[in-house]
Each structure stands twice: as C-alpha cells, then as structure tokens.
C-alpha cells in the first residue's frame, strides 16, 4: 500500500495536533525575539536542532509575509509586520487585565498597573486609578527603563544575571532620583532580594515620594507583571504586609484567566 507523503511534509499535524510548518516558524521567530531580534541561519540551525534547508524554507516564507526581513550582511532581523500584531496583542492582555486591576484597586485603595517587558523597555498597557484624591498615575503606552521600576524588577528577576547585565549595558542606568539603583552590582542584588520574597518594591526610584509593589503574572503569553503605586505615606511596611498577598493572588487568577482563553496557549 502506498504511503502518502502528507505525514512526511511541513505541512503534516504534530505530535500535539498543530500544523508543523506553523509550529516551526513561530519557534524560529521566538528564537530570533530571544536572540535579540537578528540572527543567522547557522544560529536558528543550532539553537533549534532544524536542518538548514528546512529554516531556509521557513524563512522564505516568513520575508515574503513581512514578518522577518534578510539584511545587507545576510542575516535575518524580525520585520515590521509583527509591529502591528505585537501592538494589537498588548491591547488584548491589557483588556483581560483591566478587570484584575479594577479588583486590586478595590482591595488595596491604590492604582493598579499591568506592565510588559518589550525589548529592553517596559511599557505599561493597563491602568485602573485609585480613588483617592492623591493618586498615582501613569500613561497606557508610556515606557520606561526597568531599573527604576517595580515591574521591571519583577519582570527582570527569573533572568540569568548575564542576561540582565547586558541588557543594562545597553540601556545604562539613569538616575530618575536620588534612589535609583545606578549600579548593575546593586540591581542584582535586588533581583535576589525579589526572588527571596516573591515581590519587588520601588521606593521612591522612580518618583521621590512613591513607592510601588510588583509582581509577575506567572506564565503569561509575554513577561507581565502587575503594581500597585501610591504615596510613600500610605504603601507603607505595614501595608506592604497586607497588598502582596493580594497583588500575588490576582496575578494567579489573572494567569489562569488568560489560560482559560486560550492566549496564554495560542
């Protein structure tokens, strides 16, 4: 009896029932987002065990959709396309969040954040304001350097000390106050004090007078994390104690929301 090639094609199902074409080309655009955004074809050989031929083939496939462009030195960097779709995803998770947020807010009395790590940047994407008159606020889409932050630390925390150290390499480490960590022996040392504690803390970092609580929403689509930011006079220790039992269970629900989703597994 013959045997039909269709099981022996990219385009054949997986072992998980998905299309391996598929599977294999948003591996190799995870790898390349990994990588830095560029990278060689001998490198994505390599890192994801595929034969040349077959990345060639992907890749291909990937220029002439837009989602990957070859450069002048014949290396391949992630194409503009994916813009679009990166912009319109962290609309969607800030959407589902929203409502998580709103919960925070109503427990703690503080504004709440969701923010992701893009790049070397954090940008904010969701925000539910406090209703105190003295509130924190910060712009959906605003980005800033994650050493300063709360949601940085957070989002920094499971990185190898490597990784983090060239990241802060590229960024540098500006002083936006008096109590920034300018230092990458200092921001390690907080790494290991979130990892210790589960939670990240800004105190006054970012803003002489504020001071944020963060932590990691745990296996979210994309590195998120949720805050909560007020006066330095109200987030105090004392108050500490009592929001990151908060802040650590709805991450957990948000989590398991986007799970549910189907997001988190797209």
């Given at each position: 009896m013959p045997t039909s090639s269709a099981s022996t094609t990219d385009s054949a199902k997986s072992a998980s029932g998905g299309v391996q074409s598929l599977?294999?080309?948003?591996?190799?655009?995870?790898?390349?987002?990994?990588?830095?955004?560029?990278?060689?074809?001998?490198?994505?050989?390599?890192?994801?065990?595929?034969?040349?031929?077959?990345?060639?083939?992907?890749?291909?496939?990937?220029?002439?959709?837009?989602?990957?462009?070859?450069?002048?030195?014949?290396?391949?960097?992630?194409?503009?396309?994916?813009?679009?779709?990166?912009?319109?995803?962290?609309?969607?998770?800030?959407?589902?969040?929203?409502?998580?947020?709103?919960?925070?807010?109503?427990?703690?009395?503080?504004?709440?954040?969701?923010?992701?790590?893009?790049?070397?940047?954090?940008?904010?994407?969701?925000?539910?304001?406090?209703?105190?008159?003295?509130?924190?606020?910060?712009?959906?889409?605003?980005?800033?350097?994650?050493?300063?932050?709360?949601?940085?630390?957070?989002?920094?925390?499971?990185?190898?000390?490597?990784?983090?150290?060239?990241?802060?390499?590229?960024?540098?480490?500006?002083?936006?106050?008096?109590?920034?960590i300018v230092t990458p022996e200092g921001f390690l040392a907080a790494l290991e004090d979130v990892r210790q504690s589960g939670y990240a803390v800004d105190d006054n970092e970012q803003e002489i007078g504020v001071r944020c609580l963060a932590v990691c929403v745990p296996d979210s689509p994309t590195a998120a994390a949720i805050s909560i930011s007020g006066p330095a006079g109200r987030v105090t220790e004392a108050a500490t104690e009592r929001i990151v039992p908060v802040l650590q269970q709805v991450a957990r629900e948000l989590s398991e929301a986007l799970a549910g989703s189907g997001i988190a597994n797209a």
């Amino acid at each position: 009896m013959p045997t039909s090639s269709a099981s022996t094609t990219d385009s054949a199902k997986s072992a998980s029932g998905g299309v391996q074409s598929l599977e294999r080309a948003f591996d190799l655009l995870e790898r390349m987002a990994d990588a830095g955004g560029e990278v060689g074809l001998s490198e994505l050989s390599v890192s994801s065990g595929l034969p040349l031929p077959t990345i060639h083939r992907l890749m291909r496939t990937l220029v002439a959709c837009g989602y990957v462009r070859q450069q002048a030195n014949r290396r391949y960097a992630l194409g503009p396309r994916l813009i679009r779709l990166g912009e319109s995803a962290s609309r969607l998770l800030g959407t589902w969040a929203r409502p998580y947020l709103a919960r925070l807010v109503d427990e703690t009395g503080e504004t709440a954040n969701m923010a992701l790590l893009d790049g070397d940047e954090i940008v904010y994407v969701a925000q539910v304001p406090s209703r105190h008159s003295m509130r924190m606020f910060t712009e959906v889409g605003r980005r800033v350097l994650p050493h300063s932050t709360g949601v940085g630390k957070a989002l920094l925390a499971d990185f190898p000390d490597h990784e983090v150290r060239a990241l802060l390499g590229r960024t540098g480490m500006p002083a936006a106050t008096e109590k920034t960590i300018v230092t990458p022996e200092g921001f390690l040392a907080a790494l290991e004090d979130v990892r210790q504690s589960g939670y990240a803390v800004d105190d006054n970092e970012q803003e002489i007078g504020v001071r944020c609580l963060a932590v990691c929403v745990p296996d979210s689509p994309t590195a998120a994390a949720i805050s909560i930011s007020g006066p330095a006079g109200r987030v105090t220790e004392a108050a500490t104690e009592r929001i990151v039992p908060v802040l650590q269970q709805v991450a957990r629900e948000l989590s398991e929301a986007l799970a549910g989703s189907g997001i988190a597994n797209a």
